[in-house]
């Protein structure tokens, strides 16, 4: 049986990483064998680009530019990690993807919207995600999440609120235009909380309860 694909998007801060964890806990315990990763990176090749771009170095080169090494990474991290561990039969829960590029680089870099669909047919193909899981908060919150982590801040938290309030509204925005697909969480709410509308989502959405495997 082939594998479900989850993949989370977001502005800074909001939470992904936490809850791509507890929800693979969650899926775990009903017996579901997940894979987590992550864009950019996920595969060898893909984790070179990812220091590149999450470090700046690509960044006077403009957003076409970093458009395209995000889909070289892309191509290289679906076809090492993704596809593979979807046809194990295994769910793939996926820290960013295609969404990131659409909002970073199409609205936020002004990159001709054509031009992203043109390389993500190429690219994504057929292995388009089953769910998008949009975490999304005020920008200024999830920001202040980013800098009370004491760590260093990468390419895109570095940016203007602006910048994370326009964010904000491209994520929105693609969830609006795409509600089979797409689903919107609070992620203002508690871990908890956030984690179970996460887990109440993929039930209803994915037919979680006629996917669990017998203990």
């Known amino acids: 049986m082939k594998g479900r694909f989850i993949t989370f998007e977001g502005g800074e801060g909001v939470g992904k990483s936490t809850q791509i964890r507890r929800l693979a806990a969650s899926l775990n315990a009903l017996g579901v ?61 996926c820290d960013r993807f295609m969404d990131s590029t659409r909002a970073y680089q199409g609205v936020l870099g002004e990159v001709e919207p054509a031009l992203i669909r043109s390389i993500e047919r190429v690219v994504v193909g057929s292995t388009v995600p089953d769910l998008t899981l949009i975490l999304d908060m005020p920008a200024r919150d999830g920001l202040a ?23 904000r509204e491209a994520f929105l925005a693609i969830a609006e235009f795409e509600p089979r697909r797409c689903a919107v969480i609070d992620a203002s709410a508690s871990q908890d909380e956030v984690a179970s509308a996460i887990l109440g989502v993929v039930r209803k959405r994915l037919d979680l309860d006629a996917t669990r495997v017998p203990a």
């Open 145 to 167: 999440r980013v800098r009370s982590r004491g760590t260093a801040i990468d390419r895109f938290e570095g940016e203007s609120l602006i910048f994370h309030e326009k964010l």
């Open 33 to 93: 064998q997940t894979v987590l990763t992550r864009e950019p990176g996920g595969s060898p090749h893909a984790e070179e680009l990812r220091e590149v771009l999450l470090s700046g170095g690509a960044k006077h080169f403009g957003p076409f530019a970093e458009t395209i090494l995000f889909y070289a990474a892309r191509d290289d991290h679906l076809n090492t990690t993704i596809r593979p561990a979807l046809a194990k039969g295994s769910w793939v829960l």
